[in-house]
C-alpha cells in the first residue's frame, strides 16, 4: 500500500528585538547588584563613581537585591508584560494576582519537572512545595536560592521591594547626563532590526547579536532580542517555558563620539595589562585547558585564576565551553591591529 504524505511548512522560531526604558532600567538594577561579574562591565567604574551620589534608600535597596537575587524576577516579569513605561511595571506589580505573579517568577527547569513547577504555583501557600522544587537547581549559582526565597519571604514584601528598587534606579539613572543618549541608542537598535528574515532565524540571531550561536531548544518558539548598555560587553541568556531572551550590547558607533576610542579597544588593552593574563594568554594560545589544569600549572587557586579568565572573556580574548578556556586567535589577530587603525597609523 503507498501513502501520499503532504509536505508539511518547517516550523522555527520567532525573532524579534524588543527595546525600551523599563528593560534598561531593570538591566541596570540587575547589572550593578551582579557581584560576581560586575568589575568586567564598562560601567563598572562608572558606578562606582555614582554611588557617591546615590540615596541611602536606593543604596540599601540595590543591597538587598544583591542578596536575595530578585533582579532575575524583575527580568522574567518584564519579559511577561512587556510594559513600555516604568509606571505600566509597577501597576503591574500591583494589580496581578499572586498566583500569577508566581507563574512568572518561579524559573522553569524543563519539561520533566513542569508538573512540579505548577504545582508550585497552585499550591504557593504550601511554602515547603518550594524548598522541594528548589531541588532541581541544586548547585545552581543563584537559582536554587531565589526559588527557595520565593517561598520564604512573604509575596507582598518582596513586590515592596521589587517596587522601591525600580523607582529609586529609576529616579537617579535618568537624571544622569548619559541616560538620553542611552535611550535614543536602544531605539536606533530596534529600528534597525525591523523586518527580520525569519526564515533565516538563527543567521539573523547571530548577526545582531555580534556574534552569538544560538541552538534551538525544545518548546521554544520565541527568541527575544534584548539590546542594552548596562551589561556591555556581555550577551546574556534566560529562557522560560516558551521564550529565549538574548540580551546583547547596543551597537558601540550609537554610543560614542567623533575621536572616543572603541570600548573593544580600552576593554582589551586593560585585560593585557597583566603579566599574570598575559601569561594565560600565553599558556592558551599554546592549546585549550580547563581551571583545573591552570590551577595546577600556575599554583594558584581556582577562584583567583576564574576572577582574571572573565577579564580576558570580557575582552573576547579568551572562550570557554564546558569549564575549558581557549584563546580566541583569530581576535587577537584582529585586535593587533586595532591601535593602528584608532591612531590612523594604517597606510
Known amino acids: 500500500m503507498n501513502y501520499f504524505l503532504a509536505s508539511q511548512p518547517e516550523e ?9 526604558e523599563v528593560w534598561e532600567i531593570l538591566l541596570g538594577i540587575s547589572g550593578y547588584t551582579y557581584a560576581q561579574l560586575r568589575h568586567t562591565f564598562e560601567l563598572d567604574e562608572q ?3 555614582w554611588r557617591n551620589t546615590m540615596s541611602p534608600e536606593l543604596l540599601e535597596a540595590l543591597h538587598e537585591i544583591q542578596e536575595t537575587n530578585l533582579w532575575y524576577g524583575l527580568l522574567l516579569l518584564q519579559n511577561h508584560w512587556g510594559a513600555a513605561t516604568v509606571q505600566d511595571f509597577l501597576n503591574g506589580l500591583d494589580q496581578e494576582s499572586h498566583q500569577s505573579l508566581y507563574e512568572v517568577l518561579l524559573p522553569y527547569y524543563g519539561q520533566k519537572s513542569e508538573a512540579d513547577r505548577k504545582d508550585t504555583v497552585i499550591n504557593h501557600t504550601d511554602k515547603t512545595r518550594f524548598a522541594r522544587y528548589a531541588e532541581f ?5 543563584y537559582l536554587e536560592g531565589y526559588v527557595r526565597l520565593l517561598g520564604e519571604r512573604a509575596l507582598e514584601d518582596i513586590l515592596s521591594l521589587m517596587k522601591a528598587v525600580t523607582k529609586e534606579w529609576h529616579n ?6 548619559v541616560w538620553e543618549k542611552w535611550v535614543q541608542a536602544l531605539m536606533y537598535e530596534e529600528k534597525e532590526n525591523q523586518g527580520l528574515n525569519q526564515s533565516h532565524a538563527m543567521e539573523e540571531i547571530k548577526r545582531i547579536t555580534g556574534g552569538a550561536e544560538y541552538v534551538p531548544e525544545p518548546s521554544v518558539w520565541n527568541v527575544k532580542l534584548v539590546p542594552h548598555v548596562s551589561y556591555r560587553p556581555w550577551v546574556l541568556s534566560l529562557r522560560t517555558v516558551d521564550t529565549k531572551l538574548l540580551f546583547y550590547p547596543v551597537k558601540e558607533e550609537y554610543l560614542n563620539e567623533r575621536g572616543q576610542p572603541s570600548s573593544s579597544l580600552i576593554r582589551g588593552h586593560k585585560a593585557l595589562g597583566d603579566e599574570l593574563r598575559l601569561q594565560l594568554l600565553h599558556t592558551l594560545v599554546q592549546g ?5 589544569e591552570l590551577s595546577g600549572k600556575f599554583h594558584m587557586s581556582k577562584t583567583t585564576l576564574h576572577h582574571q579568565l572573565s577579564i580576558l572573556k570580557s575582552a573576547g580574548l579568551v572562550s570557554a ?9 583569530e581576535t587577537l589577530r584582529r585586535f593587533s591591529g586595532k591601535l593602528d587603525e584608532y591612531l590612523g597609523l594604517k597606510g
Request: proline share 3%; charged share 20%; aromatic share 10%.
Open 12 to 20: 522555527t522560531v520567532n525573532v524579534t528585538v524588543e527595546s525600551s
Open 47 to 49: 558606578w562606582k563613581t
Open 137 to 141: 537547581f541544586k548547585g545552581h549559582d
Open 172 to 177: 537617579f539613572i535618568r537624571s544622569q547626563p
Open 288 to 292: 585549550q585547558s580547563s581551571l583545573q
Open 321 to 329: 565551553d564546558k569549564g575549558v578556556y581557549r584563546a580566541n586567535t
